[in-house]
């Protein structure tokens, strides 16, 4: 599958052979946590067609893409075959934080979900996804992603398993799950993964995440224990304690004068810098630190947004602000990681099987997000074109290093696959059909 051809882009000098070595460095990482060769080789596989530019992704089109005679061999390597989902896990995160590291970087919390029919699918229940903005039938998951100066991609994940599945051990067993697994709310979730990277061995200094995480006081203090800052959205109706009492997030807002709102950009957007106006209320809780409730309002429409703050040192109003709009990041790194690399295009109904899907479309992503820093720290784009992104990449990558196999013969046999498959499927539906009618 791999080209050999060494290319000049318009403008910008593109060298297949040096994508091609740092994919197999980043798969190199993975390289023991397989028990066996042919599965090392098939994740590579995997990897590769969780890039392409397939209009759907899952074992059968990318067993085809990748030149396999059937989708059993992808299906084998997410279902039985021997190796360690979260050993790679944290490889993918050791080779985030190598390549992306930043003194700067700042952890962001946040879930996205997966609209899924029926009910087998581990962790599957009718609750609200932000993906469909609405209560739906589906899957929910929580990732924690790094987001520095350099890129942004997410280091761990876990699922999150309902009580309804959780109450019901039989259900969890036949899922794949832990006899012991037990009922975790999105927080416990995020504080799960924030402590696995803490002691791993990396530093960070602030953590950042919506609502969800904001208004949970467990995340917070274990975060305030650990001498980690944050800052954290919450409702407009959270309580906060302030020198004169308790009061809501909202009431304190309309009590900040006109000369305590600055101007500052929360980082740079698609169309520029992204300027709100800001203020900021110290509070008055009795834990060390440094609290604080930081305040967004929308220049154009008034509308406002609230953030519970942390820190063990004095904080500048700009360093907050900057912060908060790191969570962004988290935005784009879903947008990228299922639009580029099928993060939601699994179709596995069990837990180890979702694992592994998730954690090698995270080392996939990261693996883009890894090339566009190097590209742009070592190769100056000229002044006329935009740098590389992680699409163009991507685009790229397929295009000149991974190229598919096409050939009529091997289109042939698929087609030839599939349709026996089908012919199979149909008769045994048939025949369940005649035996539950007699």
Known sequence: MWSNDETVAAGHSIDPVRWREAFEVAMGRIAGRFARVEPRLRAGRLVLGLLSDLPRKNCWTIAEWAGETSPHGMQHLLCRAVWDADGVRDDVREYVVEHLYDDAAVLVVDETGDVKKGTHTVGVQRQYTGTAGRIENSQVAVYLVYAGERGHAAVDRELYIPRSWTCDPDRCRAAGLGKDTVFATKPDLARTMIERFLDAGHHVGWVT????????????????????????????????????????????????????????????????????DWAVIDLAEAAPGRHQLLIRRNRSTGELAYYRCHSTKPTSLATLVKVAGSRWRVEETFQTEKGLAGLDEHQVRRYPSWARWVTLAMLAHAFLAVVRADEHAHRPTPDDLIPLSCNEICRLFIALVARPIRDAAHRLAWSDWRRRHQARSRTSHYRRQAASQT
């Open 209 to 276: 995440g919506d609502e969800v995480y904001g208004g949970n006081p467990r995340l917070r203090t274990a975060l305030e224990e650990r001498g980690i800052g944050y800052v954290l959205a919450v409702a407009c109706s959270a309580e906060v304690p302030t020198g004169a009492g308790q009061f809501r997030a909202d009431t304190l807002a309309r009590k900040v004068p006109k000369r305590a709102w600055q101007k500052l950009s929360a980082g740079r957007g698609a169309k520029g810098q992204r300027f709100y």
